[in-house]
T-cell receptor, first 117, second 110 residues
């Protein structure tokens, strides 16, 4: 079946502009994660959605970052007034998350490479 | 705060060699540990997932071990091939959140 998809694959924007990144998780997966991977760094957790529960936004680096997940499926990560330090690869992952903790594997999309000039 | 460290940061080996990648974590209260592979410009592919109650998992030429008490995991790759060249990431989970190491960049020379 189809895996996790993300769009766009690459995004170049000017400093100060807003950007939207999209993630389509695997159908039926209730958990969705956003991560950021800066050059030479590990993956940094940004936000987590699980079903209809309130999302865990503890990883969002500033109030310029927000995310939503509509209908428990597609998610959009929005970065307002982009800064050069926002340049990174933004990865989305989904998981069946059948309960009892993070016992399920995460399936990652190919990522969106964001470059802020 | 959980911290995950991977050593070495980079590794270059000749084809056919057996090798070990190391991952250490500071908080032993984890649900599971997962090893991923990341190819340049691509997302992550899950290789092995070890539940906290398990000590190892095997898949083909890969074997991952977990020692929770010492906060360590190893990924053993047997008979390495050029196609194994990639960045290998380990990640540990709490209730649902994964904390990733910075990875080991592996190059297998033909």
């Amino acid at each position: 079946g189809a895996g996790v998809s993300q769009s766009p694959s690459n995004k170049v924007t000017e400093k100060g502009k807003d950007v939207e990144l999209r993630c389509d998780p695997i159908s039926g997966h209730t958990a969705l994660y956003w991560y950021r991977q800066s050059l030479g760094q590990g993956l940094e957790f940004l936000i987590y959605f699980q079903g209809n529960s309130a999302p865990d936004k503890s990883g969002l680096p500033s109030d310029r970052f927000s995310a939503e997940r509509t209908g428990g499926s597609v998610s959009t990560l929005t970065i307002q007034r982009t800064q050069q330090e926002d340049s990174a690869v933004y990865l989305c992952a989904s998981s069946p998350h059948r309960g009892g903790g993070a016992t399920d594997t995460q399936y990652f999309g190919p990522g969106t490479r964001l470059t802020v000039l | 705060k959980q911290e995950v460290t991977q050593i070495p940061a980079a590794l270059s080996v000749p084809e056919g060699e057996n090798l070990v990648l190391n991952c250490s974590f500071t908080d032993s209260a984890i649900y599971n540990l997962q090893w991923f592979r990341q190819d340049p410009g691509k997302g992550l592919t899950s290789l092995l997932l070890i539940q906290s109650s398990q000590r190892e998992q095997t898949s083909g030429r890969l074997n991952a071990s977990l020692d929770k008490s010492s906060g360590r995991s190893t990924l053993y790759i047997a008979a390495s091939q050029p196609g194994d060249s990639a960045t290998y990431l380990c990640a540990v989970s709490g209730t649902y959140k994964y904390i990733f190491g910075t990875g080991t960049r592996l190059k297998v020379l033909a």
